[in-house]
């Protein structure tokens, strides 16, 4: 492990290999609420403290992502995230929005909204539960506008690559949305290579609910509208004789009509500077050495593990089908291990290792399964 277990609230005698689900809070979070409970009592001095937080917040996710903290706005979640662009772009009749038939419903849903404008969704099916770049390729024409998939999949725990993403999707004059939510805070992020970048920030991100993070590439994508205002939109107040003729910010918070969680940003700003602190490059380092165990260990016991072999092609995610899953992490959870299982009753489970894990975390996790015996579900098909 990479950092002292009791540096986390509760965690005693738990082992916790399901921060793709949710992660373990620090203590020192407990001293960011304090923090932020300090600065919300000084009137408008707090005000000025917590918009300083924020932007000090902004350039760490700059820094983590290799972008600059005016393109990154703070919404709520992921999914407003994804909503925003379904908002934001024009579109027309024809267009069509490309997924992967391995991302999470806040990554596809939001797309078909737009079918009454005649906006296509095309899904692109997995192979063997692998997203082959050649598939996408195929899939993006000249009427794509947005290709909407995850960095690492929450469901088989791929990671795609990046920089040949981007150029499949640029080379046909379409968007990148990359959703960083299961990557973010693991394995570095090239946010540049993307046009929006989405995240979630209490898995790997080690903060809480609340927040989302959303950055746009303003060089690639100069005039995008936000389409939800308030009064953080404008640049300046508006005037009341024509309030609709506002100049909205240049910045990325042009996306974020009102106040901020202030309160989850306090928490996130205390995470990254742990993460950040150990370095995202160790980080990844220990994730990979602890998955590729998890990947080997079920492996050599016979169970179908659907995450590449290929350290590129992981994070902290190792994804396993199981008959019945609930059984794999009940009895997991009567020793004590903690994964994630099944979402909406499909028989795949989850093993996530990150930097507060240990060897003993992963020797504990087989010391139960080996008493779980091995199932498959009947059929491939999710
Ligand atoms: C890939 C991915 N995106 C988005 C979400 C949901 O994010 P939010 O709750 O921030 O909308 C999840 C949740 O598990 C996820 O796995």
Known sequence: MLIDPSKFIGTEGITHLCTGGESPMLKTHLDAVQRFSEDKLLGEEGRRLMEEVSLGCKEKVGRLFGVQANDIAFLTSTSEAINLLVYALDWNPGDNVVVADVEFPSDVLPWTLLKEQGVDLKIVDNNNWHIDLDALDKAIDENTKVVNVSHVSFFTGQRLPLKELSEIVHRKNALLCLDVTHSAGVVPVEAQYADFVVSSCYKWLMAAHGVGIFYWNRERVPHLKPPFVGWHTP????????????????????????????????????????????????????????SGRVWNGLTDMGWEVITPVAPEERAGNVCFTAADVNVVTQALEAQDV?????????????????????????????????????????SNAH
């Open 235 to 290: 640049a300046n107040m508006p005037d009341w004789k024509e309030p609709g003729a506002y100049i909205p910010r240049t910045d990325a918070t042009r996306f974020t009509p009102g106040n901020e969680t202030w309160i989850g940003v306090y928490i996130l700003d205390n995470a990254l500077d742990c993460l950040l602190g150990l370095g995202i490059e160790k980080i990844e380092e220990h994730a990979l050495q602890l």
């Open 338 to 378: 903690l994964i994630f299982g099944a979402y909406g009753g499909v028989g795949r489970a989850r093993v996530s290792t990150h930097f507060y894990n240990s060897h003993t975390d992963v020797d504990r996790f087989f010391d139960v399964m080996q008493d779980i015996p091995v199932t498959r579900p009947a």
